[in-house]
C-alpha cells in the first residue's frame, strides 16, 4: 500500500463541469492525498510528459480538440511510456472504442457520470497502488538478480584472492619482526595495513546479503563497501 504517499494526476479534459467535479472528488480527504493537475488538450499533456514530467495517472477524456485521447493514448504508450497508467474519462459509450483504447494499454475507461461516485476515486487510487506495487517488485526481483550475479563473482575469486592475502600479511608480520631499520619498517607497516584493509573488504564482499551498487561513472557502477 502507498497510502502515506501523495498521488500526482494529469486530467485531460476541456469542459469545465468535469474538471469541477474531478477536483471536487479528491478534494476531500482520500488516501493517499490526490493532486490533480489539470490541462485542456492532448497537446498540451505531451508537451509535458517530453519535457519530462511524470504522472502516476493520466485521466483522458476521448473528445479534445485536434488530438483525440486514443490517438494521445497510442502516442504516449509507443513513444514515451508504455508503462504509463492511463485511464479514459469520457461520455462516449462506444464499446468499439472501449475495446480499441484497452488493447493500446490504457487501464479503465469509465464514463464522466461515475465521477460523483466514490467508485471513480477508488479506481484511480487502485490503478496507482496495484502499478507502484508491481514496479516495487520488479525493481526487487532486478536487484536480487544483480545481487546473485555478484555474489557468484565474489565466490569465484574469493579463494583466488583470499589466499595470497594471508600469506602476504604473514610474510609482512615476520618481515616486521626480523627487521629493526625504521624506515623499513615504515614501509611494512604500511604494506600490513593495506593488506588488512583488503582481507576486511574480501570479507565484506563475502558476506554481501544486499545489493550495495552504487552508480559511479556514466554505466558504470562500483559495490559500495563502507
Same mark, same amino acid.
Given at each position: 500500500?502507498?497510502?502515506?504517499?501523495?498521488?500526482?494526476?494529469?486530467?485531460?479534459?476541456?469542459?469545465?463541469?468535469? $474538471?469541477?467535479q474531478v477536483l471536487e472528488a479528491f478534494k476531500?480527504?482520500?488516501s493517499p492525498a490526490v493532486? $490533480? +493537475? +489539470?490541462?485542456?488538450?492532448?497537446?498540451?499533456? /505531451? %508537451? /509535458? /510528459?517530453?519535457?519530462?514530467? #511524470?504522472y502516476d495517472i493520466i $485521466?483522458?477524456? =476521448?473528445?479534445?480538440? %485536434?488530438m483525440n485521447g486514443a490517438q494521445f493514448a497510442r502516442t504516449v504508450l509507443r513513444e514515451i511510456d508504455e508503462d504509463q497508467p492511463i485511464v479514459f474519462l469520457t461520455s462516449n459509450k462506444d464499446m468499439n472504442l472501449v475495446v480499441e483504447v484497452m488493447?493500446?494499454?490504457? !487501464?479503465? =475507461?469509465l464514463f464522466t457520470e461515475s465521477v460523483s461516485e466514490t467508485l471513480f476515486t477508488k479506481t484511480i487510487i487502485s490503478i496507482v497502488e496495484k502499478h507502484k506495487l508491481r514496479k516495487e517488485m520488479e525493481e526487487l526481483e532486478h536487484k536480487q538478480r544483480r545481487l546473485g550475479a555478484m555474489q557468484e563473482v565474489v565466490v569465484k575469486i574469493s579463494s583466488e584472492i583470499s589466499e595470497p592475502l594471508k600469506v602476504l600479511h604473514s610474510i609482512t608480520m615476520k618481515l616486521l619482526e626480523k627487521s629493526h631499520d625504521e624506515k623499513v619498517r615504515k614501509y611494512l607497516s604500511l604494506i600490513k595495513e593495506n593488506v588488512e584493509r583488503m582481507q576486511? #573488504?574480501?570479507?565484506?564482499?563475502q558476506n554481501l546479503k544486499d545489493d550495495k551498487t $552504487?552508480?559511479?561513472? !556514466?554505466?558504470?557502477?562500483?559495490?559500495d563497501l563502507s
Open positions: 500500500m502507498i497510502n502515506s504517499q501523495e498521488i500526482t494526476m494529469l486530467l485531460i479534459e476541456n469542459e469545465e463541469q468535469v $474538471v469541477r476531500g480527504e482520500t493532486t $490533480v +493537475h +489539470h490541462v485542456r488538450s492532448a497537446e498540451e499533456a /505531451l %508537451s /509535458l /510528459l517530453v519535457d519530462g514530467k #511524470k $485521466v483522458t477524456d =476521448y473528445y479534445l480538440p %485536434s488493447k493500446l494499454g490504457v !487501464k479503465d =475507461y576486511v #573488504k574480501m570479507e565484506k564482499l $552504487v552508480q559511479y561513472i !556514466k554505466d558504470i557502477r562500483m559495490i
